[in-house]
T-cell receptor, first 118, second 111 residues
Framework: AQKITQTQPGMFVQEKEAVTLDCTYD???????LFWYKQPSSGEMIFLIY??????QNATEGRYSLNFQKARKSANLVISASQLGDSAMYFC???????????????FGAGTQVVVTP | ETGVTQTPRHLVMGMTNKKSLKCEQHLGHNAMYWYKQSAKKPLELMFVYSLEERVENNSVPSRFSPECPNSSHLFLHLHTLQPEDSALYLCASSRDSYGYTFGSGTRLTVV
């Protein structure tokens, strides 16, 4: 079963505007981590931001912030003041706590393609 | 320099060839991973190695054979591949429960 859902396959955003990328997740664990990665056309997966399930405050990293709503199991990424270099694929991912039958692997959503226009 | 280095960046191989993908990290991480990324599909975890021991193998066909000789190096040996195996192969490493650091990937084309 898909554990990470990203419902927006693609988005256009104008330069200097903010954009919100949706992510919902499914887990019965109390301890887990949520991640966002950026993948430009070169292929490399670049870590952007992390939110722990016990963190009470939303994570922020420069122009990236994570809108964490635990009860709704959502972890939306907000990119403020978009730049042309932000054009890329964005992946939401979750890592659950290791268990007997799971290494606690990082599981990814299908991704959202963001295109920033001048 | 990402900390995780993958070679080659691009590979074209015939269905009868044998080739290997290489991944190297010097971040002091204790786990390494192979992912496959096909067009229009989510990333698929293929193999997980923790402290050089394979801990997970997600029903990957035997034409893919991983090798982890030490905690810094990970290989993916390829033989008799099919055209549908064409994809971006990403290597990653991690330490304990933290997030992964990825390499730049090897873009594989099977002809």
């Amino acid at each position: 079963a898909q554990k990470i859902t990203q419902t927006q396959p693609g988005m256009f955003v104008q330069e200097k505007e903010a954009v919100t990328l949706d992510c919902t997740y499914d887990t019965s664990d109390q301890s887990y981590g949520l991640f966002w990665y950026k993948q430009p056309s070169s292929g490399e997966m670049i870590f952007l931001i992390y939110q722990g399930s016990y963190d009470e405050q939303n994570a922020t990293e420069g122009r990236y912030s994570l809108n964490f709503q635990k009860a709704r199991k959502s972890a939306n990424l907000v990119i403020s003041a978009s730049q042309l270099g932000d054009s890329a694929m964005y992946f939401c991912a979750m890592r659950e706590a290791p268990s007997d039958d799971s290494w606690g692997k990082l599981q990814f959503g299908a991704g959202t393609q963001v295109v920033v226009t001048p | 320099e990402t900390g995780v280095t993958q070679t080659p960046r691009h590979l074209v191989m015939g269905m009868t060839n044998k080739k290997s993908l290489k991944c190297e990290q010097h971040l002091g991480h204790n786990a390494m991973y192979w992912y496959k990324q096909s067009a229009k599909k989510p990333l698929e975890l293929m193999f997980v190695y923790s402290l050089e021991e394979r801990v997970e193998n997600n029903s990957v066909p035997s034409r893919f054979s991983p090798e982890c000789p030490n905690s810094s190096h990970l290989f993916l040996h390829l033989h008799t591949l099919q055209p549908e195996d064409s994809a971006l192969y990403l290597c990653a490493s991690s330490r304990d429960s933290y997030g992964y650091t990825f390499g730049s990937g090897t873009r594989l084309t099977v002809v």
